[in-house]
Each structure stands twice: as C-alpha cells, then as structure tokens.
C-alpha cells in the first residue's frame, strides 16, 4: 500500500508560481509511475503530468507545456510539480497519483491509478 500526501496548494495571483508536493509511504516510488491531475467541480478530474515508472521522460497536458515540470526525489520519496505562469483556468483541485503496473497508453487515464492523495486547492485569481 502506498499512502500519498499533497502539499503546496493556495492563492496565487496570475503569472505567479506554486510548487505541490507529493510525499509519499508504505512503500518507495521509485518504479511507480507518478502523475498529477487536477478537477473542477463538476468535471472530470483531468491528467496534468506524469513521469512512468522510473523513466526520466515527462508527460504533459498540451496547456501546461512549457510552464508546469513534474519531478521526483527518490531519497525523499517525493513528487513534485513546480508551477509557473499559472492562469486562473489553472485553478482547481490538484491530486498526486501513483500506480506500479500501469502502462505507457493508459498514463492519462485517471481511472487506471491505484493510489491517490487527498487533492490540494489552487486558485489562481486574475
């Protein structure tokens, strides 16, 4: 089991920076594949970025290239996803996730991950 724990959320105005964490126990992330999504009420929650399994190559959603990196610390045990020029249409609930067995076409797909921490808020106001 892993247990996933975000932090670094908050208010922030636009072209402003945050960076979220992501700390993780129970077991080491090393070989997971670590992702961040985020949601809006009453949207489906949607893939923000991704590192797979223990693979240096990152992942993005289009809107964010160029702005957001994900990263990890292994001797830490921690993701993070370092967020620049954020826009209010980045608000939203953020949430780090994990998963062991997940493959390269499924990395986007929300429903695919395991593990999941309790979201973050984020609001960017213009």
């Known amino acids: 089991q892993v247990q996933l724990l975000e932090a670094g959320g908050g208010l922030v105005h636009a072209g402003g920076s945050l960076r979220l964490s992501c700390a993780a126990s129970?077991?080491?992330?090393?070989?997971?594949?670590v992702a961040w999504f985020r949601q809006t009420p009453g949207k489906e929650r949607e893939f923000v970025a991704a590192?797979?399994?223990?693979?240096?190559?990152?992942y993005y959603k289009d809107s964010v290239k160029g702005r957001f990196t994900i990263s990890r610390d292994n001797t830490k045990n921690t993701v993070y996803l370092q967020m620049n020029s954020l826009q209010p249409e980045d608000t939203a609930v953020y949430y780090c996730a994990a998963d062991l067995s997940l493959i390269l076409s499924s990395l986007r797909r929300h429903t695919e991950y395991d593990y999941w921490g309790q979201g973050t808020q984020v609001t960017v106001s213009s």
């Open positions: 129970g077991r080491t992330l090393s070989r997971h594949t």
């Open positions: 590192l797979f399994r223990s693979n240096t190559n990152a």
